[in-house]
């Protein structure tokens, strides 16, 4: 159910690397596969990709998991590029997005969400000075990362419900319910966070 990947214990330079020095090279390498022209540039990083992705011991299932969510995507992105524009502005389009989604998973499969958080934190610290609060800033991000897989539950859920009613085809069946619990959710998120003080001005 988790979109943010899955973190793979082991002992390899990338598992050793600190959260913020990977944070910072998937930075670098992300802007440098977007600013890179032509599709022979795009099958470049998504080799290089491929191969992090290996070297980082995330398996079949992990790689397999993080292309499901773009598979649709991809097919008709390269269909309507290769009809547009041609087979190489289509190659260079799609292989940046699955390069990058490719990289994305090499992080979260050899970093701990934790120390993620944690990287956020700290570099976000020096900006105190111009009024960012970098502990709510982590704390965003850490209810943003528990909420994407907290959904896709409740949809499931909701939607088997329906099915044990029979009501599978029925849009409202199935999308009333979830939304009301979606905002439940919400506001018991809300209720827990003001309990323990967060947000309340000095």
Known sequence: MSMIGDYRPGATLLHRLPAGVKLLGMLVAAVATVAARGW???????????????????????????????????????????????????????????????????????????????????????????????????????LTIRAIPATLELAVETRQAAQARGLERSLRARLVPFVIRVVARAHETGAALHARGVGDQD
């Open 40 to 142: 022979a540039a795009s099958l470049v990083a998504l080799a290089v990709a491929a191969a992090l992705l290996a070297w980082s011991g995330a398996g079949l299932r992990v790689t397999v998991k993080a292309l499901r969510g773009i598979a649709l995507v991809a097919v008709l992105l390269f269909a309507w590029q290769t009809w547009q524009h041609g087979w190489p502005r289509a190659v260079e389009t799609v292989g940046d997005i699955v390069a990058l989604v490719l990289l994305a998973t090499v992080l979260t499969a050899t970093t701990r969400v934790q120390d993620i958080l944690d990287a956020i934190t700290a570099g976000l610290r020096p900006l105190r000075r111009v009024g960012v609060d970098a502990d709510r800033v982590a704390l965003a991000f850490a």
